[in-house]
């Protein structure tokens, strides 16, 4: 290996132990990687270096057509949701959520045709709430439908180019994997790019290379995601541990029964001189001391005979239905530091409701402060939960993650303005509207025009897409306040970072390297193995790193394989896009996965029970699909 080949291998190798790792997200390790590489080329000389051909080029990955793309469909997406369009689906949904199996499907298959022309995390966000609504109407264990309907919203995205990044990705790479083939075979008759043109025929004065159209994911994204919402419908949904299938509540959208919040006994209250244990027996057990909290502020054991003073500090646990009640019969009052006390609330307005943070909430990775700063002190966090569980500490202490619950409180009006601002989903019986609905078909017919542009290839893909975006912007369906604010910024700086780093791949010759490896290590086997094997070692990386850095790394080497055995690059290029969509086995891979986690109140190690058999599916059924359409 040359030492450009083993720097960028070095860099691919931190890189995913940082995406696995977890602890940064996954837009800062991209920029990391990013840094590094532009580092390494001007240590290794810059000219001398093909780690980067062009440095002025380091940071073009920000303007490529795949980056522009995702972004406009994430806008597209949030454009549909304004003008009402899932809001109407939804209403027609009801009739088929009286039997189980029906419910299960009618969720998935709508999820799953929404995901094939949105953002497949928004339409998952979109029907999470109805999801819930419909099934406290039925009765019904939430648990049994989330994971489900999660499923198909991400097997949904694999139908069409805009369905998911990886789609968007592996299109774009193929006319440049094409470009640069033929312009390798015309400098160089003799070069191993000439060659593979005579193999497969092609004409290098007549050979124009083309991306994936939008809908050539179809044929077989198309069948993978019925059979997907079959499993997951009649038998997926079986695999959930029993545990999770107890019926919720009447009082209750989810499993999650009790949360921890911190409490002040103040002046007045009938508690005080009671022992620990005589308050849980007092208030009938709704109202459970579990921890003591010192003048200093630190959390310590509770000693069951401690007598309760005035102005005493406590983590409590209590039900979210019973938590104002206590507080009022007794007299009881949030934790100073907590700031914003219950009693500073107006009674007669006053009330509690659930939601869950989204992957686009800016609550991702901050704590109550921001939520007090973000709501002007009109909110106040009651207590969090986390996968399915409350969290048992200081709730100044806890940065919100993707898929927490969180009890808030607040006059009606706060929180319906702060649940649209902040992007946050209500987990409530009564519905929190938002958006415009009285431009439903015109919003359809926008879609439909650039989607038909795109077909007929009248005017580039992303070029459509933002001319949509425009008329969206000028008929008041997409204010222009929220333009930027749709889009998901560390998805896109993962992308921009990424591009570069899988560039170096190829003009470091990496990918060539890896490529002739697997061609001999494959020697003598079948080539449909080999297409099955690509897509097992996609689905592996994204089930634990982002789908879209699978899709950047696995791709150009999946076309060096295509070229070292002399074959059609595309069903390799299919098995790539297909085994990046597919991460079914935890909770961090995708993030449809992270967003029921708290809701469904799943373990990590619930979703490979699902997970593991659909993946068989999807590669005994996937591989000969993309032979079949794509052949070899």
Partial sequence: MSTDQIVISSIIIITFALFVWGRWRYDIVSLIALFILVLMDRILGGENSLLIIDPSQAFTGFGHPAVVTVAAVLIISRALRNSGVVDLIARHLKPFTNKQTTHITSMGAVIAILSAFMNNVGALALMLPVTLKTALTQKRSPSILLMPIAFASILGGMVTMIGTPPNIIISNLRKEQQQKILSSALSDGSSQAAAYLDQMNILKESFKPEQFGLFDFTPVGGIIAILGVLFV??????????ERQIKPSAGSLFSLEEYVTEIRFSKGCTLIGKTADEVNSVTGDKLTLIRY???????????????????????????????????????????????????????EDTTFIEIVVSPESPLVGRGRSYLRRRSSNQ?????????????????????????????LQGSEEELKNNVKALDLLPLAEREIEVGVFTKVSYSLLIFAA???????????????????????????????????KNIDWPIIVLLGAMIPIS??????????????????????????????????????????????????????????????MGVNMDPFLMAVAIGASCAFLTPIGHQCNTLILGPGGYRFSDYWRMGLPLEAIIVTAGTPLILYFWPL
């Fill in 503 to 564: 560039n170096a791949l190829q003009s470091t010759g990496t990918t060539t390297l890896i490529a002739d490896q697997v061609t001999i290590m494959t020697q003598g086997l079948p080539a449909w193995s080999i297409v099955a094997l690509i897509m097992v070692i996609t689905m592996s990386l994204s089930d634990i790193i982002n789908n879209a850095a699978t899709a950047l790394i696995m791709g150009p080497i999946s076309v060096g394989i295509a070229i070292s």
């Fill in 450 to 484: 650039a989607i038909i542009l795109s077909m007929l290839s009248i005017i580039p893909t992303t070029v459509s897409f933002i001319g949509a975006i425009l008329v969206y912007v000028f008929s008041g369906i997409l204010p222009l306040r929220d333009l930027y």
């Fill in 379 to 407: 909110l106040v966090l009651i207590a969090v939960a986390r996968q399915g569980k409350p969290i048992h500490k200081r709730l100044g202490k806890v940065q919100f993650a993707v898929g927490d619950v969180l009890l």
């Fill in 233 to 242: 419908a009649l038998v997926g949904w079986r695999l959930v541990p029993k």
């Fill in 293 to 347: 909290i010192d003048d200093s502020g630190k959390v310590k054991s509770l000693n069951p005979n401690h007598k309760i003073k005035e102005d005493d500090q406590f983590l409590t646990m209590a039900d979210p239905s019973d938590l104002k009640e206590m507080m009022d019969e007794y007299h009881l009052r949030l934790t100073q530091e907590m700031r914003y006390r219950i009693d500073s609330l107006k009674d």
